[in-house]
């Protein structure tokens, strides 16, 4: 009884690493233009996408590990660079922007030049500024 007990539980850790890693993207999946699609508050259904977002914004990756942000406001545009590195914590891999200098485009818990972001599935890069009351962002290639 055991053996078998032993057997299903490995059987579903070995099941959900699978998926797990299947979920997630992957610094090759990076490279390349991602545009803002979806824009969130704290409360509940308060998402908004499109033209109804309060700015538009991208950004671009190129496999010399930097990266460009474009933010569209109020018909302003503003550019941004910097540099992007991979972090691996024991709850998954983020991908970390260090800003080239201070601006009002980084978006940030600590109020450094540092944005780090997640892969939420495969094809969605998501902002962890909405850990700290920031809005919720979500990018796509």
């Not at 090759?28 to 033209?51: F, H, Q």
């Not at 260090?98 to 997640?118: R, V």
Request: glycine share 8%; hydrophobic share 30%.
């Amino acid at each position: 009884m055991k053996k078998i007990i032993a057997f299903v539980i490995l059987s579903i850790s070995f099941h959900s690493c699978i998926k797990e890693q299947e979920g997630n993207g992957s610094k090759e999946d990076i490279y390349g233009k991602w545009n803002l699609v979806s824009m969130s508050g704290s409360r509940p259904n308060s998402a908004t996408t499109g033209e109804a977002m309060s700015w538009q914004e991208s950004y671009t990756f190129d496999k010399d590990s930097t990266f460009t942000k474009t933010r569209v406001d109020n018909a302003k545009s503003t550019t941004v660079s910097g540099t992007f590195s991979f972090k691996k914590e024991t709850d998954g891999e983020y991908l970390i922007l260090t800003h080239a200098k201070k601006t009002e485009l980084i978006g940030s818990c600590m109020g450094n030049l540092q944005e780090i972001f997640y892969f939420s599935d495969k094809n969605t890069l998501s902002s962890t500024w909405k850990n700290c009351d920031g809005p919720g962002l979500e990018y796509k290639k």
